[in-house]
């Protein structure tokens, strides 16, 4: 499987720190109806610990 996401620079700065600090819980994202193999993210998300 193959996911991409658009993000602004603040959003990936603030994920990628989540991630080198372990501290990111979940990840999840919800996908939508599909077609021609290509499914459409509808809304993606991230819970932490701080």
């Known amino acids: 499987m193959n996911v991409s996401f658009e ?3 603040q959003q990936f700065t ?4 989540l991630f080198r600090e372990k501290l990111l819980n ?3 994202f919800r996908i939508g109806p599909g ?8 809304s993606w998300g ?3 610990q701080l």
């Open 14 to 17: 603030e994920t990628c720190w």
């Open 7 to 9: 993000v602004t620079r």
């Open 35 to 42: 077609t021609d193999n290509h499914w459409p993210l509808e």
């Open 26 to 28: 979940d990840f999840h």
């Open 46 to 48: 991230a819970s932490f």
